[in-house]
Every structure is written in C-alpha cells, then in structure tokens.
C-alpha cells in the first residue's frame, strides 16, 4: 500500500515543539543546545512520519530502528519521543534528576523508545551495521536509521562501517548526516570534510544531498529509501538553524532573559511563555 501523504503543517509544528523543549531543558542543565535544535526537522518527518514504531509497546519487534549515533544531542530525541507519545511531555523537566528517565546521553536503559545507548562519537553507524546484518539473518523487513554528526564522521569507526554496510549490500540501512558545519569550532576548519557525498559514494553507499530544514525535501527524500539496490542509503542534511543567538555554539545555557527571547523567535505563544 502506498504512504499516507505528509501532513507538512503538522511536521512543522511538531519540529517547533521540539525546539521549545531543547531550550527549555537548556534553561534547566546542561544541555548539547546546538546540534539538537539542528536536527528538529528531521526527527520531526522520522517519527511523526516515516518510522514505523508503536508507543504503546517500545520494543514492537516489527519496528524501525533509530539509533542517535550523536548521543549527546539526546535532548531533541526525548522531545520527538514524547511528542508521539511514549512518554508524558512533562517528565522533560526531569532531565538530568537522579533517578528519572531523561538522561543526559541516549540511554536504552531509561528512556522508553531509545533503541541504543550512544554518547561515545563515531559508534552508531557500526551499532546500525550490526544491526542490520542481524535483522537479515531473521528476514526480517524491519529498517535502521542511524543519525550522525558531521564532526564525528572524524572518526575511523565511521569509515570502517560504511565499507562494511557497502561489503554486505545493506539496504535496510540508512544513514543520516547531520551536516550542521559546527563541533566545538567550524568542522571545516577543524577537520575538512569535503568532498563529503563523494567520500560516501566511493564507499559504495547511495547518497543524496538535501536542506535539512526543508520538511518536503526530508519526506520525498525518505520516501525514495532505499535509493538503490543493494546498497547502503545515506542523506546528507544541510541544517544549522535553530534559534540564531546560539545556532554555532556547542553548548549553550539561557538565563530568564534569553530563554524568553528564543521562545518568541520559536513562536511559542505568550501564555506558554509564562510557564518558562
């Protein structure tokens, strides 16, 4: 049967909720600010639109998986996750308490949803490979998306999981690069990726280069997975956006003052600003 048609205005609400959330966990603690607001859109097409996944019962073994290979920027995942439903949106508050369910890196122990525990850069693709390979010892037609940083693509580990995922012909999986040109400095400074679709290419993966803000874009684009035949998918997302007096800092923390600013740029109506 053919995918039910995007619902655009819903995903666009549903990636600005996820951004009211991420700044509002940034006003409470600790918080990877920048590269979670950068992938609001895209988290916002996966599980409001393309995953396959059941609330009601988080390990459904006829899922999709996700796996936030850049687990430090968990905050926008726990948003996307209670947004459809597999936890109250409230326990978001909890994030960081002793004892409560929202942590501080992705953790498949606590959090209802997470499909993976990451936070150490440079794993998830071979987490995602794993994976993959054992899905299709079961013939199972369940899908693996893994979302990468830019900057831990630096990382070896990457590079050896694409020639892998490319060796074994694993188009149930699906690899996608946040390409959000920021680490702790400009990654092209810090370490030149480029030419970055070409690299991926010259590892045997289908490659699609696309706005990571552009919601049509991001659903087209998954709608066409797998894009060829026995081969890895990748789509580089070109993002960046989020809210502008933070968009290239690493970390960032608001104080009242601030945290109001970024909830008018997010349109968070005026009595829910109160709340903040």
Request: glycine share 10%.
């Amino acid at each position: 049967m053919p995918e039910p048609a995007a619902n655009l205005a819903q995903l666009a609400e549903m990636a600005r909720r996820i951004r009211v959330h991420v700044v509002r966990i940034a006003a409470m603690s600790d918080c990877h600010t920048g590269g979670s607001l950068s992938i609001a859109e895209l988290l916002a097409v996966l599980y409001g639109h393309v995953l396959r996944v059941d609330p009601a019962r988080p390990a459904w073994p006829e899922r999709d998986y996700f796996i936030l290979s850049k687990g430090h920027c968990v905050p926008a995942l726990d948003a996307a996750l209670a947004l459809r439903g597999f936890f109250a949106e409230d326990l978001l508050t909890t994030h960081l308490q002793l004892d409560g369910i929202i942590s501080g890196h992705a953790c498949a122990h606590l959090t209802p949803g997470i499909d993976a525990s990451t936070g150490s850069l440079g794993h998830g693709l071979s987490l995602g490979v794993g994976v993959a390979l054992g899905l299709r010892m079961d013939r199972a037609a369940n899908r693996v998306f893994v979302m990468l940083g830019d900057g831990e693509l630096e990382e070896g580990s990457n590079w050896e999981a694409a020639m892998a995922a490319a060796h074994h012909g694993l188009e149930q999986l699906v690899a996608i690069v946040d390409r959000n040109h920021y680490q702790t400095g400009p990654t092209e400074e810090m370490m030149r990726l480029e030419p970055l679709a070409a690299k991926w290419a010259a590892f045997g993966w289908a490659v699609r280069d696309i706005d990571g803000h552009d919601l049509n874009a991001i659903v087209e684009t998954c709608a066409a997975l797998p894009f060829e035949p026995g081969k890895p998918s990748v789509i580089i997302a070109d993002t960046g956006k989020g809210v502008k007096s933070i968009e290239t800092l690493h970390m960032a923390r608001f104080d009242a003052e601030s945290l109001a600013a970024a909830l008018v740029e997010l349109g968070e109506p005026a009595a829910a600003r109160q709340e903040a």
